[in-house]
């Protein structure tokens, strides 16, 4: 890359860390282009130049918040228990929720506030697939450990994911007892139903979420 590409590169960049850093300190309403442009000391045309417009940005926006989410979880360890793993994997979900709520709704298309109408955030495309494809890896591990019936992976992954969103954004609005453990009380234990639903013993199943949580006492998920 040329010294002058180099320079759209870091410009382009630095509004996209710009979005996300006044996402989470002031919400959804604040993305605008002469604000994020004058956060990196540019001019609102920057904001054409690099994404043809504030949809655009918004879109990069929620791709790099993508990006960072699928690195969350592919930060967790895999071991020689997916169910251990995927215990680990919804924690790293919740986590990278919690620690970015503004940019987790989003980068779902629930952000509470007023943006303006153009501001809707587009399909992810395959940011958002990757994330969700660690999930269906990890339930085809399952799978084939014979802990759970020959189901579609990607239809077991869904289901996963339904239940692990729906407890984060129930947190989110304040529908929850704020001095309760989301993934303690309510996340691990409604996925083990849905396993033991699917043929898994409940022995095992609690053999591995005692594991994930030792792991987790070794290896705090990481958020960016």
């Given at each position: 890359?040329?010294?002058?590409?180099?320079?759209?590169?870091?410009?382009?960049?630095?509004?996209?860390?710009?979005?996300?850093?006044?996402?989470?300190?002031?919400?959804?309403?604040?993305?605008?282009?002469?604000?994020?442009?004058?956060?990196?000391?540019?001019?609102?045309?920057?904001?054409?130049?690099?994404?043809?417009?504030?949809?655009?940005?918004?879109?990069?926006?929620?791709?790099?918040?993508?990006?960072?989410?699928?690195?969350?979880?592919?930060?967790?360890?895999?071991?020689?228990?997916?169910?251990?793993?995927?215990?680990?994997?919804?924690?790293?979900?919740?986590?990278?929720?919690?620690?970015?709520?503004?940019?987790?709704?989003?980068?779902?298309?629930?952000?509470?506030?007023?943006?303006?109408?153009?501001?809707?955030?587009?399909?992810?495309?395959?940011?958002?697939?990757?994330?969700?494809?660690?999930?269906?890896?990890?339930?085809?591990?399952?799978?084939?450990?014979?802990?759970?019936?020959?189901?579609?992976?990607?239809?077991?992954?869904?289901?996963?994911?339904?239940?692990?969103?729906?407890?984060?954004?129930?947190?989110?609005?304040?529908?929850?007892?704020a001095e309760q453990d989301v993934i303690d009380s309510i996340v691990q234990p409604a996925t083990a139903d849905l396993l033991a639903g699917m043929g898994d013993h409940r022995d095992n199943l609690d053999a591995s979420i005692a594991r994930a949580?030792?792991?987790?006492?070794?290896?705090?998920?990481?958020?960016?």
């Amino acid at each position: 890359m040329n010294e002058a590409g180099a320079v759209v590169t870091s410009q382009r960049n630095r509004m996209i860390e710009a979005g996300l850093r006044l996402l989470e300190s002031e919400g959804p309403a604040v993305l605008r282009a002469r604000r994020i442009a004058a956060e990196v000391g540019a001019s609102t045309m920057a904001v054409y130049t690099h994404f043809d417009g504030m949809p655009g940005l918004v879109h990069a926006i929620v791709i790099e918040a993508f990006h960072r989410f699928d690195r969350a979880m592919a930060a967790m360890p895999r071991t020689d228990d997916p169910v251990a793993d995927l215990f680990l994997i919804g924690e790293a979900y919740h986590s990278y929720a919690r620690a970015h709520p503004q940019r987790y709704r989003l980068m779902f298309g629930l952000a509470p506030s007023t943006p303006p109408a153009d501001l809707t955030p587009p399909d992810a495309g395959p940011a958002g697939k990757a994330a969700f494809g660690q999930l269906v890896e990890v339930v085809e591990r399952i799978r084939a450990s014979g802990r759970i019936g020959a189901e579609d992976p990607n239809i077991v992954a869904s289901r996963i994911w339904s239940l692990i969103h729906g407890a984060v954004l129930l947190e989110l609005a304040g529908y929850l007892d704020a001095e309760q453990d989301v993934i303690d009380s309510i996340v691990q234990p409604a996925t083990a139903d849905l396993l033991a639903g699917m043929g898994d013993h409940r022995d095992n199943l609690d053999a591995s979420i005692a594991r994930a949580r030792r792991l987790l006492a070794e290896t705090a998920p990481t958020s960016e």
